[in-house]
């Protein structure tokens, strides 16, 4: 079945420091691809996505490319801030049917001033 | 702009006890699901719906049901409580005009934190 890799965590940086979170997908067909952002206490936010090979999805500094070759979906910021401590979630969807979400198992980042 | 809302926020419950989550969202979703979060784990689906009246097993389905009788409202129910249900429970929702559609996003409650002892 179809299935998401998250590079194990926890992953601890300094403030400024660049950011790669790894992410592979196993899927029959073409998903789309997002990364969700779950803040202490609250639920998930999306952060970013993609929806077919070579896109590249951004927001607040976040940046992923959807790399079909490679199956993978790495996570970069090239200067991280302490409220980017999070857990980080790399997701995929199937494009028909109930479009389901099939998550990783989610990377808790811890930023230090 | 209230989105997805989940009540209550923390329960526990005793063994064997019975319970429903509530799950209401006002963007007009057709779509709407349950998650389950264990510690250090990523989301499993438990139920999904695609329109009121429509419900369909997830991942994880032992042990819950739901129901869907109007568009907004998605309600879990825990019949028997286990320890194994020991979760946070996420509900989302989601916009889709069509059965296949790339570009629908799914919107996420704050969770329903729930211990079995």
């Known amino acids: 079945g179809d299935s998401v890799t998250q590079m194990e965590g926890p992953v601890t940086l300094s403030e400024e420091a660049f950011l790669t979170i790894n992410c592979t997908y196993t899927a029959t067909g073409y998903p789309s691809l997002f990364w969700y952002v779950q803040y202490p206490g609250e639920g998930l936010q999306l952060l970013l996505k993609?929806?077919?090979?070579?896109d590249k999805g951004s927001n607040k500094g976040f940046e992923a490319t959807y790399r079909k070759e490679t199956t993978s979906f790495h996570l970069e910021k090239g200067s991280v801030q302490v409220s980017d401590s999070a857990v980080y979630f790399c997701a995929l969807r199937m494009v028909q049917g109930a479009q389901k979400l099939v998550f990783g198992q989610g990377t808790r980042l811890t930023i230090n001033p | 702009n209230a989105g997805v809302t989940q009540t209550p926020k923390f329960r526990i419950l005793k063994i064997g006890q019975s319970m429903t989550l509530q799950c209401t969202q006002d963007?007009?979703?057709?779509?709407m699901y349950w998650y389950r979060q264990d510690p250090g784990m990523g989301l499993k689906l438990i139920y999904y719906s695609v329109g009121a009246g429509i419900t369909d097993k997830g991942e994880v389905p032992n042990g819950y049901n739901v129901s869907r009788s109007t568009t907004e409202d998605f309600p879990l129910r825990l019949e028997l409580a286990a320890p194994s249900q020991t979760s946070v429970y996420f509900c989302?929702?989601?916009?889709?005009?069509?059965?296949?559609?790339?570009?629908?996003?799914?919107?996420f409650g704050a969770g329903t934190r729930l211990s079995v002892l």
């Open positions: 989302a929702s989601s916009y889709s005009s069509s059965w296949f559609s790339a570009k629908n996003i799914q919107y």
């Open positions: 963007m007009n979703h057709n779509y």
């Open positions: 993609a929806t077919k090979a070579d």
